[in-house]
T-cell receptor, first 114, second 119 residues
Framework: AQTVTQSQPEMSVQEAETVTLSCTYD???????LFWYKQPPSRQMILVIR??????QNATENRFSVNFQKAAKSFSLKISDSQLGDTAMYFC???????????FGEGTQLTVNP | GAVVSQHPSWVICKSGTSVKIECRSL??????MFWYRQFPKQSLMLMAT???????TYEQGVEKDKFLINHASLTLSTLTVTSAHPEDSSFYIC????WGAGGFQETQYFGPGTRLLVL
């Protein structure tokens, strides 16, 4: 079974600075997808970024980028120029291409301070 | 695109009654939807996978007779909590699976969630 681990329960960053959230996973699969979702206080789950395992290039979405290290099974999220609206719980998630079940990490609560 | 709605967003009910929660994909068809439960400050726990036109697949430990799932169309799945009790109070979230261009990219999009309080 796949597992996803987020070792940072809480993090904080000053507005306009950069922060990196860690995620590691365990799988025997070669092809899969990885995601970062954010859940703000409204509790709406919002897709931040996705990565296909067969792609070597790291995904980027505006201020959000990932560092995907397939051999190390690591998938960290970097948020640049942090904004107050980035305050949320961030979940790393794994999806094998042959299945449909998302496996979530425990989450990291990020607080952006003014 | 990729909008998923849930209704109601908030429900309070008496113990012993049944509550139905709807999940709709508004701008895409979803053959597969998912129902999650989330406790405060915790991750999402998958309850069941809802497949259009067939029976739902329940995760271990989830009572299928208590949490009835119906996926009658490509845009609607419903979760009915039968004979609700206070311990069923929670935040319930649905998601819908959408395929990207070429059918190779799969992403789940989430509804806004439903807060259930059973008195």
């Amino acid at each position: 079974a796949q597992t996803v681990t987020q070792s940072q329960p809480e993090m904080s960053v000053q507005e306009a600075e950069t922060v990196t959230l860690s995620c590691t996973y365990d799988t025997s699969e070669n092809n899969y997808y990885l995601f970062w979702y954010k859940q703000p206080p409204s509790r709406q789950m919002i897709l931040v970024i996705r990565q296909e395992a067969y792609k070597q290039q790291n995904a980027t979405e505006n201020r959000f980028s990932v560092n995907f290290q397939k051999a190390a099974k690591s998938f960290s999220l970097k948020i640049s120029d942090s904004q107050l609206g980035d305050t949320a719980m961030y979940f790393c998630a794994f999806l094998e291409t042959s299945g449909s079940r998302l496996t979530f990490g425990e989450g990291t609560q990020l607080t952006v301070n003014p | 695109g990729a909008v998923v709605s849930q209704h109601p967003s908030w429900v309070i009910c008496k113990s012993g009654t049944s509550v139905k929660i709807e999940c709709r994909s508004l701008d895409f068809q979803a053959t597969t939807m998912f129902w999650y439960r989330q406790f405060p400050k915790q991750s999402l726990m998958l309850m069941a996978t809802s497949n259009e036109g067939s029976k739902a697949t329940y995760e271990q430990g989830v009572e299928k007779d208590k949490f009835l799932i119906n996926h009658a169309s490509l845009t609607l799945s419903t979760l009915t909590v039968t004979s609700a009790h206070p311990e069923d109070s929670s935040f319930y979230i649905c998601s819908a699976k959408r395929w990207g261009a070429g059918g190779f990219q799969e992403t789940q999009y989430f509804g806004p969630g439903t807060r259930l309080l059973v008195l």
